[in-house]
């Protein structure tokens, strides 16, 4: 896109018509007297003479029209647009206990708890024709846990290669290594999400450092840290409690949402077959104490329908700010012409003095 930062000294175009008027106009003068040109009037004048005046004059009017060109100051702009996101930070953490493979009805089909909770959260990540609309803008982490948290992805921008690892975990089934350590799980989603802002900040101030503008640095920042933690079972195992755990991420400003996965089952016992309430298979009390102490909230789903709802509203809860910053790169180009100039006003010297010289 070429475009002139000062066009008004387009109207210096209108001296050159009058330029070439006044030329015109003028009537040629001797130099010289003589008492009778019949003497010269059989010699012919030569091309220089016939050259000369046209010639020369051409050149000057060429070379004011390109100091012209060059005083409106031609550029060419880049336009350039940098998207600018204020994201959120959510470090998904999933229940890959034992119980995580008991039966759970999804719209109709039979899966497990852990098969449910997968297409969930793949439809709370990229989106789908209904209420969740995807989160493109956010960084995405993804930590499993059962006697050991795991994480399984780091914070990303990419969502493909995220749920390509949540597509391939599975529950673990070992007695000594299926437990439930969720404070330990809290913690190191803390932990993460608190690196990945510190990395973050360092990375924008070393670029904006070295382009000395953070237009184009500032090009993501976050604007909330968040932990989505989804259990099906009691804290049986780890080094850390939940409550500490929470304390952990409420000092680093990091709110948890917990999803209690649970609904009324029936088990086969010593004493026969007997109904255990959901509230027994999870400690609901202490998951809201958890989920309020840091600013978060506990949302207790019995089904899958239920579980979308709860990602549906924490999707309202957590939105993401993106912005499209168009800006443009000027690159000056009156330089060529403002040459071209003194080039031509060299030739026409050249030339009035050698060739087209006048001789008195």
Known sequence: MIEFQTPLAFLLVLILPILIWLRLRKKNTAALRFSSLDILVSSKPSWRIRLRRPVLFTLRILCLLLLIIALARPR?????????????????????????????????TQATKLEAVKKVVGEFVNGNSDQLKGRPGDLIGLITYATYPETLCPLVHSHDILLEFLKNAQPIQHRQLGNTAIGDALALASSRLYTAETELENQTKKHASKTQSTEAAD???????????????????????????????????????????????????????????????????????????????????????????????????????????????????????????????????????TILRKIP
């Open 219 to 353: 090009t993501f920042k976050i604007k909330s840290k968040i932990i989505i933690l989804l259990t099906d079972g009691m804290q049986n195992a780890g080094k850390y409690q939940p409550m500490d755990a929470a304390e952990l991420a409420k000092k680093w400003d990091i709110k948890i949402y917990a999803i209690g996965v649970a609904s009324d089952m029936y088990q086969d016992t010593f004493f026969g077959r007997q109904m255990i309430p959901a509230s027994q298979q999870i400690n609901e009390p202490l998951l809201t104490a958890v989920a309020q102490s840091t600013g978060g909230q506990y949302f207790h789903a019995k089904n899958a329908q239920a579980l979308k709802q709860i990602y549906e509203t924490i999707d309202s809860l957590e939105k993401s700010t993106v912005e499209s910053v168009q800006y443009t790169q000027y690159a000056e180009k009156f330089a060529p012409f403002a040459n071209a100039a003194l080039v031509i006003l060299v030739l026409e010297i050249l030339a009035s003095s």
């Open 76 to 108: 060419h702009g880049t336009k350039k647009t940098v998207v600018a996101t204020e994201g959120v930070a959510i470090e998904l953490v999933v229940d890959c206990s034992g119980s995580m493979a008991e039966p759970m009805d999804y719209f109709g």
